[in-house]
């Protein structure tokens, strides 16, 4: 069977849709490169936000006229899936397979079954699986953990990804070894909430212990994504600093600098508290590189609450940030019970949070300037007379092309800084990969 997949949302996103293409591999199917060729069209959903749902619903009309044409099988999975607007979505257009994030190891009956398939149950079995090892690439993500137990008042995540659940530590080594073997030189820990890992298990290490761990086996680069700042101990701050191999970038949410408005949101610490994790952060590990999440707009927010997610960035000093407007969201407290504020109000908010942003990434990208960093060059850049990669604090870097002819691990010196990216040339190598440099 031909078959497509088209992916929206996260890191998470992306991992299960290699578990589902490693899986319909194994049953014979065929992957190819536009819908248009497709037998089976695999449309991986994201909810946290209402932009990817109204990508998803425009997608699934255009397949809705294909099926009229000619017989096409059209399959829904992700967070979307999950959800009762996903599954009315899923009902208009006409959706054969729909898997929620719990069923992703039912893909097989659902392709057998030949009718229309739908699970949304969870099962545990998803965390004992163990992926095939991407061919041919330098970075892969690694699920640790899924789920969360906290229950944020705009996040729908607790509802399409159901409660924690650790995956055991020998299946992750295993699947680290297996990555390192096939030429893998970085590897990111998956969860909604990395830091919670081991807390469901009795036995199992704690996130910490398992950074430990993942060093001891040698991969060069490891990273993870993401955190809540309440399970971002001591701990696991020293066994950042403690493990080489761990990368100096921390990706810590605040989504507030108001305690008024982080209070509404249910996100169980306070301004505070957050601080004296970047103090610690920085105390351990002083080049860390930091970025964050930010929510403008969420109801009930004041120009005085804003201020102080303004004044946060200033005691901060944040290399990069994701900063979204509030979208409310059906099926949580927050659309239930607090009145969104105008549209023009956010937007307003969110230029005058990305032009503080844009000054905080140049001041702080500056710090490197004339500095050496270890690269990872991924491939050809859109100009191709570079090539692009990422730092170990997950800076944007390009080099001329004819430097890094091939992807792998350089050394850089920085000789220019923008609020995007570092320029640099190529100081030496380390053991460039042997795959030919991909065009972007």
């Not at 578990?19 to 992957?31: D, H, N, P, Q, W």
């Not at 545990?124 to 699920?143: C, K, M, Y």
């Not at 929510?295 to 102080?308: A, H, K, M, R, S």
């Not at 850049?381 to 350089?410: F, T």
């Amino acid at each position: 069977m031909k078959t497509h997949i088209i992916t929206y949302g996260c890191q998470m996103n992306e991992y299960d849709t290699h578990l589902v293409k490693s899986e319909l591999a194994s049953l014979g199917a065929e992957f190819v490169d536009t819908w248009q060729e497709a037998d089976f069209v695999l449309v991986n959903t994201c909810a946290v936000r209402g932009k990817p749902v109204e990508k998803v619903r425009s997608l699934l009309g255009e397949l809705r006229k294909e099926k009229d044409r000619r017989n096409l099988m059209v399959g829904m999975m992700g967070c979307l899936a999950q959800l009762e607007e996903g599954q009315q979505i899923a009902r208009k257009f006409g959706v054969d397979v729909l898997l929620g994030p719990g069923a992703l190891t039912e893909i097989g009956k659902a392709i057998e079954a030949k009718s229309r398939f739908w699970d949304l149950s969870f099962r545990e079995e998803l965390t004992h699986h163990l992926p095939p090892a991407p061919q041919g690439q330098l970075s892969a993500f690694v699920s640790i953990i899924r789920g969360c137990n906290h229950h944020c008042t705009y996040c729908i995540v607790p509802t399409t990804r159901g409660p924690e659940v650790s995956r055991h530590p020998d299946l992750i080594l295993q699947e680290i070894e297996q990555l390192k073997a096939a030429g893998v030189v970085e590897v990111t820990l998956l969860g909604q909430n990395v830091n919670s890992y081991g807390n469901d298990q009795p036995g199992f290490p704690k996130f910490g212990e398992l950074l430990r761990m993942v060093g001891q086996i040698g991969i060069p680069r490891i990273k993870f994504t993401t955190s809540h700042p309440v399970n971002f101990t001591d701990e696991v701050i020293r066994a950042m600093a403690e493990t080489p191999q761990v990368c100096e970038y921390i990706h810590l949410p605040v989504q507030s600098g108001s305690n008024r408005v982080l209070r509404r949101m249910g996100r169980e610490y306070r301004r505070e508290w957050y601080l004296d994790r970047i103090r610690a952060i920085r105390e351990a590990m002083p080049e860390a590189v930091l970025s964050t999440d930010i929510i403008v707009g969420f109801p009930g927010e004041t120009e005085e609450d804003f201020q102080e997610t303004l004044s946060l960035y200033d005691q901060v000093g944040y290399d990069s940030a994701y900063m979204f407007i509030y979208s409310p969201r059906p099926g949580t407290p927050s659309y239930k019970h607090f009145q969104d504020l105008p549209r023009e109000v956010k937007v307003e908010r969110l230029q005058r949070l990305i032009e503080k942003q844009k000054e905080w990434s140049y001041k702080q990208n500056q710090r490197w300037v004339g500095r050496r960093l270890e690269v990872l060059v991924r491939g050809a850049a859109k100009d191709d007379n570079y090539a692009e990669g990422h730092s170990r604090g997950n800076h944007p870097v390009l080099v001329p092309a004819s430097q890094a002819p091939r992807p792998g691990l350089y050394q850089v010196e920085v000789k220019q800084a923008t609020p995007h990216m570092l320029l640099g040339e190529v100081v030496g190598a380390e053991e460039p990969a042997t795959i030919p440099l991909m065009m972007a």
